[in-house]
């Protein structure tokens, strides 16, 4: 049984869906990553030991008990979550940060505190990854690893907006009927941005034909707005595709079992770089805040330009 929270976490996190717009998903992480840290800290005061912080009851912590947090605290508590509990550091990562977003809103937002602890507080460093992705001879391979059973045609329209719009997985999941306007698909991204992109033959004909070929036939399609739906005629929900695609990753003998929704999002948006789209357009296609986020793609060209350079014919001089 899940433990009640403090009113001020539950003011936090209202804040962050009806104001800040985050997922609900969002807004699950930052309730866990807060919860265990005020359980760290009322089990420091109580002498609990470590494997008994999960037990730790948080609801009666009070404004004077957090206005009492240090620096020195929270980077403990960040100590504790590598030591004791092997998080990594992009996990440690997410937690300073929803920690820094935690105090500035009790002291810029509710005026609860004087002082922020969290404003120095600095993140682990994270070692750049290249993203993985399939290139187009291994992404044709996907694609006809698509079974002809009774949802290929959803299947294999789900995978076209996949490879050719570069989607997230919660993206795909919402679209409704209404999305689609002529050659446009309406997408509601994080933050419950919007964005609109331009739909190509590919996702067109897909689509029209998972019109045409399966979604009549699919209980309860008529009284539902949602675009993709399962056989009982509800939603699809992001571990359902997530299923999907593994299956599909398997039916198509890769032998890649790191290829789910996001790497197909990745492989949209390498591919598409790799074939002229500059980046400006593919922060828009992916729906990114900032470029820098989808500057990570630029890395494909790596191996091809240290081979231009190989190649050049001053390099055969000695």
Same mark, same amino acid.
């Given at each position: 049984m899940q433990q009640e929270i403090p009113r001020l976490l539950k003011d936090f996190l209202v804040y962050l869906t009806t104001i800040k717009g985050k997922s609900p998903r969002t807004r699950k992480e930052y309730e866990y =990553?807060?919860?265990?840290?005020? $359980?760290?800290?009322? &089990?420091?005061?109580? +002498?609990?030991?470590?494997?008994?912080?999960?037990?730790?009851?948080?609801? =009666?912590?009070?404004? +004077?008990?957090?206005?009492?947090?240090?620096?020195?605290?929270?980077?403990?508590?960040?100590?504790?979550?590598?030591?004791? $509990?092997?998080? &990594?550091?992009?996990?440690?990562?997410?937690?300073?940060?929803?920690?820094? &977003?935690?105090?500035?809103?009790?002291?810029?937002? $509710?005026?609860?505190?004087? =002082?922020?602890?969290a404003d120095e507080l600095e993140s682990p460093k994270i070692g750049k990854k290249s993203p993985i992705y399939m290139n187009q001879v291994e992404a044709e391979q996907f694609i006809a690893g698509i079974k002809r059973n009774n949802h290929y045609y959803r299947n294999y329209c789900m995978i076209m907006l996949f490879l050719n719009l570069g989607l997230r997985v919660s993206e795909l999941c919402s679209l409704d009927l209404n999305s689609i306007h002529d050659r446009t698909l309406r997408i509601v991204g994080k933050g419950n941005k919007e964005r609109t992109v331009y739909l190509n033959n590919a996702c067109i004909n897909s689509i029209q034909m998972y019109f045409e070929k399966e979604r009549p036939t699919i209980q309860g399609a008529k009284d539902n707005n949602a675009l993709f739906l399962s056989q009982k005629g509800t939603r699809l929900t992001r571990q359902t595709v997530a299923k999907i695609v593994k299956k599909i990753n398997v039916d198509s003998g890769l032998k890649n079992d790191k290829i789910t929704p996001h790497k197909l999002r990745h492989s949209a948006a390498t591919i598409m770089y790799k074939h002229g789209a500059d980046i400006r357009s593919l922060q828009h296609i992916l729906g990114h805040t900032s470029v820098s986020t989808t500057q990570i793609y630029t890395h494909v060209e790596d191996k091809e330009i240290q081979q231009v350079l190989e190649s050049n014919p001053f390099n055969q001089i000695n």
């Open positions: =990553d807060i919860s265990l840290f005020l $359980r760290f800290i009322k &089990s420091m005061d109580e +002498d609990i030991p470590a494997n008994k912080i999960e037990e730790v009851n948080i609801k =009666d912590i009070q404004i +004077d008990r957090i206005r009492e947090v240090t620096l020195e605290d929270l980077y403990m508590f960040i100590e504790f979550c590598e030591v004791q $509990r092997n998080n &990594s550091a992009a996990t440690r990562a997410r937690k300073v940060a929803t920690l820094k &977003s935690f105090f500035k809103y009790l002291k810029g937002k $509710r005026k609860l505190l004087e =002082d922020n602890p």
